[in-house]
C-alpha cells in the first residue's frame, strides 16, 4: 500500500448542525445524485455472531472490490467512513464530517485520506483525484444549505432516467383516471412526478406518512391517493417486514396472505418474527411497467440509513475509545451491531455514561463529563 495522502477542507453555513446534518449525512442520496455506482453487498455471517461485508461496483472499465466496515458517527456532529480495498486503484479511501456550531450557523470540517494500491492509484491521486472531491464536496453543501434555507426546489441535483413518449403518455391517463375519483385530492400529479422523476432512495419503500409530512399535507388524504394509485396501476403495493433492531425492511411480500412467519437480516445477522403491530409496514413503490429499479446499495451504513441510531462506534476487543459527544437528556438503548446483549438506560444529559461490552453483556458505568 503506498503512503496515504490527506486533503482537509472547510465551509461554513447558516444552519444549525442540527438543521445541516440529516440533509449531509445522508450518504445514499448523495452517492446517487452524484452518479456513483450502486454497490453489490455481500454480508457472510462469522463464527462469533458478527457479520464480513464485502462490496463490489464498476466504474467504467474499473472493477472495484471492497471490505466495508460500519461508519462511525454521533448524530449531528461528526462521521467517519472508510473503505478497504481487495480490488481497484486505491488501498485506502477514509471521508470524515465534523460540525461544529459558529454563531447561529456551524463549520464544516471535512477530510479525506487515500492510499493508492498500484500506479493507476498513484496517478489518479497525483491529478484530478483531490479536486474532483473537493469540487462534490462543495457543490454538495451548497445544495443542501440552499434547501435547508427554503431556496432549492430539489435537494441535491439528479438528472432521471429518460422516459419514453409512450410511458408520459400512460402516465397521464393513470392521472387522469385517479383524479376522476374521490380518493385523488389534488395528489396524482405529484405521485407521477415522484415515480417518474424521483431518486431510487426515495423509490424503495415510499411512505405515505412521510410523503405527508414532506408535502404537508393530511395523512389520509395521501393514504387515499396511493391506494387509489395501485388500482391505476401508477403504484405496487408491498407489506415490509422491518428488522426489529436497524428498522429495514429486510423481507417483502405482494399481499397479507404470502407474508412468512418469520425473516432474517444479514445485517444484524438475526432472525426475527413478523408481528403485524409492530414490524410490518404497508408500503409502495413504482408500478414496475413505469421505473424499474434496479438493485444494488448506493450506501449500506450511512447515518441516515438508520436515523434511530443517534450514535455508533467501532471498538476493537480489548480496547477503549474516549469520544467527544453531546446527546439530549432521554431514554437510550445501548447494543452491539449484530445479535447480543444490550442494556436501557436513562440519560440525564448532564454526561453519556460509559459503555462497557463484555463477552455476555452490555452495561453502562458512570457518567462523563
Known amino acids: 500500500m503506498g503512503k496515504p495522502l490527506t486533503r482537509n477542507w472547510v465551509w461554513h453555513v447558516d444552519q444549525t448542525a442540527a438543521e445541516i446534518w440529516p440533509l449531509l449525512a445522508d450518504t445514499a442520496r448523495i452517492n446517487e445524485a452524484r452518479k456513483l455506482p450502486r454497490q453489490q453487498i455481500e454480508e457472510t455471517p462469522q463464527p462469533d455472531g458478527s457479520v464480513r461485508y464485502v462490496a463490489r461496483a464498476r466504474m467504467g472499465p474499473i472493477k472495484l472490490e471492497w471490505r466495508e466496515k460500519p461508519v462511525n458517527w ?22 470524515s464530517m465534523t ?5 447561529k450557523g456551524c463549520r464544516i470540517d471535512y477530510k479525506v485520506e487515500a492510499a493508492a494500491a498500484n500506479w493507476f492509484g498513484r496517478l489518479l491521486l497525483a ?43 400512460r402516465t397521464e391517463r393513470m392521472v387522469a383516471a385517479i383524479e376522476a375519483t374521490p380518493n385523488g385530492h389534488g395528489l396524482a400529479r405529484r405521485i407521477a412526478d415522484l415515480v417518474l422523476n424521483g ?17 404537508k399535507s393530511e395523512p389520509l388524504p395521501v393514504i387515499e391517493a396511493c391506494l387509489q394509485s395501485v388500482k391505476t396501476g401508477l403504484l405496487e403495493l408491498r407489506w415490509d417486514v422491518l428488522c426489529p433492531r436497524c428498522r429495514v425492511a429486510k423481507a417483502w411480500v405482494g399481499t397479507l396472505d404470502r407474508l412468512p412467519e418469520m425473516a432474517h437480516c444479514p445485517s444484524c445477522n438475526i432472525d426475527y418474527d413478523s408481528d403485524f403491530s409492530k414490524n410490518v409496514e404497508a ?12 438493485s444494488g446499495e448506493y450506501c449500506l451504513f450511512g ?12 471498538v476493537e476487543a480489548g480496547k477503549a475509545r474516549m469520544i467527544a459527544a453531546t446527546l439530549p437528556a432521554g431514554p437510550y438503548r445501548l447494543r452491539t451491531l449484530e445479535a447480543g446483549p444490550e442494556c436501557d ?15 455476555e453483556s452490555v452495561t453502562a458505568g458512570p457518567a462523563a463529563e
Do not use: N
Not at 413503490?285 to 434496479?294: M, T, V
Open 283 to 294: 408500503g409502495f413503490r413504482p408500478a414496475a411497467g413505469l421505473r424499474k429499479l434496479e
Open 303 to 314: 447515518p441516515m440509513s438508520t436515523p434511530h441510531i443517534k450514535a455508533q462506534i467501532f
Open 127 to 169: 491529478t484530478g483525484f483531490f479536486s474532483a472531491a473537493e469540487r462534490d464536496t462543495a457543490k454538495t453543501i451548497k445544495e443542501a444549505a440552499a434547501f435547508a434555507a427554503g431556496t432549492g426546489e430539489v435537494l441535491f441535483e439528479y438528472e432521471p432516467p429518460k422516459t419514453s413518449p409512450e410511458i408520459e403518455a
Open 99 to 103: 460540525l461544529t456550531s459558529e454563531g
Open 199 to 215: 431518486q431510487e432512495v426515495d423509490l424503495w419503500h415510499v411512505r405515505p406518512l412521510a410523503l405527508a409530512r414532506q408535502w
Open 74 to 95: 454521533v448524530s449531528e456532529q461528526w462521521f467517519e467512513h472508510c473503505r478497504y480495498f481487495t480490488r481497484g486503484p486505491l488501498s485506502l479511501l477514509c471521508a
Open 345 to 359: 438506560i436513562e440519560c440525564a444529559g448532564s454526561g453519556f455514561p460509559e459503555v462497557i461490552v463484555g463477552d
